[in-house]
């Protein structure tokens, strides 16, 4: 196995962390990342500490784009986790997020699968994905349990 060339990881990364970084300018301009007074569990990260995440596990699909030879299934997961806080905010409610999730986690499942025959490291960093989306289930069905099904975004 040969190593990486670093543009061939950096530059994806890059990218793929400015895409989001936008993203996020616009969610903010729109007001939409600002969810309504409710209860959170007390296990809630922070705001700032959800977009530390985020922006780390974007870094992280980044490479994995970079790493697999099935960069087309990457950039599926990429997509799915760009457009959640858009379809979540505009459909809104706690049921479109756990369906949201459910799609997600299965999709970066499959594409662990996918990518085990390509590259470890991009298995392992489509992992750390799967693993929040799963403690992201865990938050959303304690709001849930907390406020009810109500719209979250209000």
Same mark, same amino acid.
């Given at each position: 196995?040969?190593?990486?060339?670093?543009?061939?990881?950096?530059?994806?990364?890059?990218?793929?962390?400015?895409?989001?970084?936008?993203?996020?300018?616009?969610?903010?301009?729109?007001?939409?990342?600002?969810?309504?007074?409710?209860?959170?569990?007390?296990?809630?990260?922070?705001?700032?500490?959800?977009?530390?995440?985020? @922006? +780390?596990? *974007?870094?992280?699909?980044?490479?994995?784009?970079? =790493?697999? &030879? /099935?960069?087309?299934?990457? $950039?599926? %997961?990429?997509?799915?986790?760009?457009?959640?806080?858009?379809?979540?905010?505009?459909?809104?409610?706690?049921?479109?997020?756990?369906?949201?999730? @459910? +799609?997600? *986690?299965?999709?970066?499942?499959?594409?662990?699968? =996918?990518? &085990? /025959?390509?590259?470890?490291? $991009?298995? %392992?960093?489509?992992?750390?994905?799967?693993?929040?989306?799963?403690?992201?289930?865990?938050?959303?069905?304690?709001?849930?349990?907390?406020?009810?099904?109500?719209?979250?975004?209000?």
């Amino acid at each position: 196995m040969t190593a990486p060339n670093n543009r061939k990881l950096v530059v994806p990364i890059v990218v793929i962390v400015a895409i989001a970084a936008v993203t996020n300018g616009a969610l903010a301009a729109f007001g939409l990342n600002q969810p309504g007074t409710q209860h959170w569990p007390s296990f809630a990260p922070q705001g700032p500490v959800i977009g530390i995440v985020w @922006i +780390v596990l *974007f870094a992280g699909m980044g490479a994995a784009y970079g =790493l697999a &030879r /099935s960069r087309t299934a990457v $950039a599926g %997961l990429i997509a799915l986790c760009l457009a959640y806080p858009f379809y979540t905010h505009a459909i809104g409610g706690h049921l479109t997020e756990l369906l949201g999730n @459910i +799609v997600t *986690f299965v999709y970066a499942a499959w594409l662990m699968t =996918l990518l &085990r /025959s390509e590259s470890r490291t $991009a298995t %392992l960093l489509v992992g750390f994905v799967a693993a929040w989306i799963a403690f992201a289930t865990a938050l959303v069905i304690g709001l849930v349990q907390l406020n009810g099904w109500a719209t979250p975004h209000a």
